[in-house]
């Protein structure tokens, strides 16, 4: 299988995250994976919702859109439709589970971290591609609240990353782009953490079945695109912003 | 860790499956294991969604609900809110897509069938029961059609169930009770064919991020559970109904 | 006329309540009447509408729905519509009324039972057979009240039942069943207190205005109809569940 | 029991109609009944709902609305809400069957009447205010329709009107105001023909159940009501416009 | 141009404001001009919205609708499709706007007056019309707030009309009816104070851009116009209602 | 007054409009005016609304919508309240009308240009900078539809830009930031073509209605305004994309 700009199997796109993307909120990074780009904002709201009320515990909790014309043909909204799709609850329902994972939300304390993550452009791995970002965007919001002096601790307990993995005409790949998407065998979306662990494993044949070799080396390909990840996060966290 | 009626780690709750519980469907199967029970109905309509018209293709698609006093507290009606939950929507899409790995849609020809999964008492693993159930509710539906004369090969590829495994206080246990699920550091959906292939892998941590050797205690586990699942779905299936 | 079943016009279909058809609700019962089966739960919440609030007095308040495969062909959910049809408002005011007719709020105390009225199967009478069944949920949900003494004295002043009587082609005929609902000049439903007396008539020529002759007729069909069910509404609550 | 302005108990209050209410509907009929204001339209579209599609019949159907205004304090409006209350939907839905019931569908021929029944002041008696007026305005809408030649033959086949009556203090009365149905025990609706016969009857116990002999009381004085308003129809028809 | 009845291009159509239309409310005015026909009644609430909390300030607002046939063909009802048009929506927060302009809302108190306009027959210039008879709505609420003693000095700070100007077929003209407004090139509603100042102006050329010469002409006749209303206004207000 | 960076009151802020912001829309423009940001593209959709089929007529229409963190606090998404403010319809409304006037939907042919306008960051002025972005958005829309030979002459007639003017502490002042907008007297936008004509005028006194001098002053700082964003607009385009 021949992909494309010369791609290998077992090869990231180009990936690039610019925090302060813009100027307002908390945290707010652009990231690039190829074509792919996803605007994550955190926002920092002093409440919880109703059910971590009075237990001295915060929230983590994102929301997941596209921009219309993200995709290769217009999509309608939402907002006009009046509800959104199962997919986008799906999507926001995983980003905020997986930050959720590293962070202490005692240490939080009573208040909500919002992470909006706005597709501005869609070429496959949305999702992980957000959950990448979002990190990054929360990791600002806490080093406003420590610089703030709202919280003493840092409650982010380990690094965090996301990506796909999938079969594509037999071939096991990473980080599939939407053609590759749209006609992979299986498609699988792995969290991990800096530990090496994992936070969710999300795998579905759209038509032909797995077995456990394929799991391994699914598993396999995708730690290793997750740590050149970490990478980019790292030395994007590290550039003073 | 000691649980309900003395039961194994590695063993499932009672499983009993009845076909014809209703009249009126091409398929009425009411799936209950322990005190879960799902009544998974099967409709064919004589149409497919706009994406598969004139495609010569059929379309398999589920729908799951729960009536309001299936949990231990009253849950209010979705029609009531106006609007299905995001668990609700990726529950009714795991089912579907789960069906359509097993059945060649070009064999089902233009129609669709509809599964119907109505979760009557609910004490963990309903959608992992819903799969399972709706799996037989869908060869009753097939069998009518073939009955009918309305399609020739049986379209049905391969047998199909689903079980929940995870981590409970440490414990790799099969087959999660409500109790268990709810204070799980790892919870695990996987669903099978009988050729002893993957259709689906969700798995979460929702506390402790997992390793790959409890990955693969999982998967053991669950595939024994499904082994039993199949012999009461063939046993279900072989009974006149 | 001939019926269905050699069924005389002044007859019921077989009827059959099954109490703790499941487990959780305070109150579960299958009322069957022909091939008609509604499930009703009675839920008990410590809390009132705000319009109750401070009064001292309780709520009784009922929702109706259906799977969608309760009907001969499927019926869309009306969670996926977004709303609730004019049909199922209706219906749900009027078996909530019906009960609240019955029951001294005051002695209930500052709490709402809820009857969810959740049709498996339906054939023509499920408002009536929800009527029916629901009075019987209801009173184990008291009953449930009085031994946790939440409340002292039984606040049911008396039993309740509902029947359907029409004309079909020319006969006066009770408990239609969903062939002949459809073709019936006038249909009404009529509900009584085990002292005789009405609480709710609702009669509509469909096509054909009738008089007050058919009116007398239909009235004291229904009555001997309400008889009979009364007595199996008796004999159910008599056994010990 | 002393009723307002010392009416009698089987007295109606003041009823006036006012043809051509505004210019530009085929009906526009302004119905007074005491405080109640109720203003019907007629519209004609020449198109059937999808059911009656090919059938040759036509259709009637009503729409019913109060100004926010209409009541004692301000009420909000469906629009704003995004969706009709139950009560609503309970009342267009007798409307319109009540006034399919005196027309011939077939003689119509393949178009639709809408008749909009709009509160502009509620004191009790809204919705048989509105049938009342609304026959006028349909009546209005078959004489375009018949100069237009695109009927042949009156389909209207009968008149029709409908009053409230009801159980206040123990006291039988007709035409109930907002304070007497508030406080009534029992509350009936019932439209009748000319021809004297029933087309609905709904009655409600709101507290103390009713027998035979109370009902039969409700039916006269009903009667009585109906004649006298189908007199004002009549005056009001036969004035030129 | 020829305009109907023959009116000049300066004219206005025979206005009419009549007070007390309705009896409940604590203002109720039917606004006639020409055939347009639009009912204001006032509502005042012993509350105000959120934002205004604890301010000591008041609110004034405003909601907007048409009855189905107010058109020359029927509009779908906004409560039947669920949800308000942008036109509606545009409407009602520009007559609250304009009223809010002429009110001080700390003399109001905390309270809210609302404006309920609903068009019962439309032909062009509903929102200026809406605009002109809620004022004098408003004034009899207020007045009413007096009299009760509720509010001690007069929060109006001056009075307030609005008309709409355009350019149709190229001629400048004042109130355009229905059938201009649809083949107006230009189209400008004005509403202004009886200081002679503007509150609103909002001019969208729909086919051919208009330049300053024409903008001072339109603004001209405007005022005109506005000072008729204000006229009408004045004398409907001086009447002992 | 003094205004933030030292701005003259009759200056713009920086100005920046990047054309092939994203890669996939056949128009994709950032426009920048100070810390407002706004992404507008352009979707080129073969077939028309409704009320233009078989026409031969094109339409061009406009969306807008704010992601949540845009704003100083986070604002909830329209999508996730299930519909659109009255905001977000007016605005869209107006840049969908103001962009046809400057097009001929004749030549355009039976096709829809869609302009997306999503705002990125919002500090004042987005309705504004909306329509003078999205113009340019439209323009390589319809040179993409020329080069495809999908359209033979150029629809578009004039250039189009919009400002924002207003008075603030007693200053006439341009293109207001957020802070000034908020405590604006008066807030007037203005769209004019290249040819120096009104498309719109909308002009609102928040608390001091305005006298025709104002007017004077706000339309001639306008039009300066607008004739610099119009030369940013030109340099765009005359750029090889």
Known sequence: MQRSNGRANDELRPVKISRQF?????????????????????????????????????????????????????????????????????????????????????????????????????????????????????????????????IRTNPVQDTLAAISVGKVQGNVVLDLEYEEDSKAEVDMNIVMTGAGKFVEIQGTAEDIPFDRTDLYNFLELAEKGIRTLMEVQKSAVETTA
Request: proline share 2%; net charge positive.
């Open 22 to 150: 813009t100027n307002i909120p908390e945290g707010s990074v652009l990231i690039e994976i190829g074509e792919t780009r996803v605007l994550c904002t955190a926002s920092v709201e002093e409440k919880v919702p109703h059910f971590q009320k009075g237990t001295g515990k915060g929230w983590v909790t994102a929301e997941y859109a596209m921009i219309p014309r993200a995709t290769q043909t217009r999509t309608q909204r939402e907002a006009s439709k009046g509800k959104l799709t199962g997919r986008t609850m799906e999507i926001q329902r995983l980003i905020g589970r997986a930050l959720r994972s590293v962070i202490d939300l005692k240490k939080l304390g009573e208040r909500t971290i919002w992470l909006d993550c706005d597709v501005l452009q869609a070429d496959g791995g949305t999702r992980t591609a957000a959950i990448t970002g979002a990190y990054v965007a929360m990791i600002d919001a806490v080093q406003y609240l420590m610089e703030k002096k709202l």
